[in-house]
């Protein structure tokens, strides 16, 4: 059975699947990489919670950045939110986003249920 939840036209932003969550790309509020991640990590939280999940539930998460020169900056803020000894596989890359003023944008995969 496939659970699709709160469902657009467009896209839903969560669909289970066989124990697997998969969140619509969320990206966060703010001038910095700092503020716009910590955002967009909040918003997968709640998704995760929504979908019977957690941070600890990640498999793979893929980042995309608007620019490379925030790797680092973007990568405190991840680290500190990543539960310990759960990091999940991860990619990162740069992309132009859907507006101009985003720096950040995150894909979530992960386990739910039992």
Not at 10 to 32: D, P, W
Not at 104 to 113: L, N
Request: proline letters at 3%; glycine letters at 8%; a negative charge.
């Amino acid at each position: 059975m496939i659970e699709r939840i709160a469902t657009a036209q467009r896209m839903s932003k969560i669909v289970k699947h066989n124990g697997v969550a998969y969140l619509c790309g969320q990206v966060g509020e703010g001038a910095t990489v700092t503020e716009q991640t910590k955002d967009c990590l909040s918003r997968v939280e709640a998704l995760l919670v929504k979908a019977g999940s957690s941070p600890d539930r990640i498999l793979q998460a893929i980042i995309w950045l608007s620019d490379m020169a925030d790797f680092d900056e973007m990568n405190a803020v991840w680290d500190a939110w990543v539960p310990a000894g759960n990091a999940p596989a991860r990619a990162c890359g740069e992309a132009r986003l859907a507006r101009d003023t985003l720096k950040v944008e995150i894909i979530v995969t992960a386990a739910y249920g039992e």
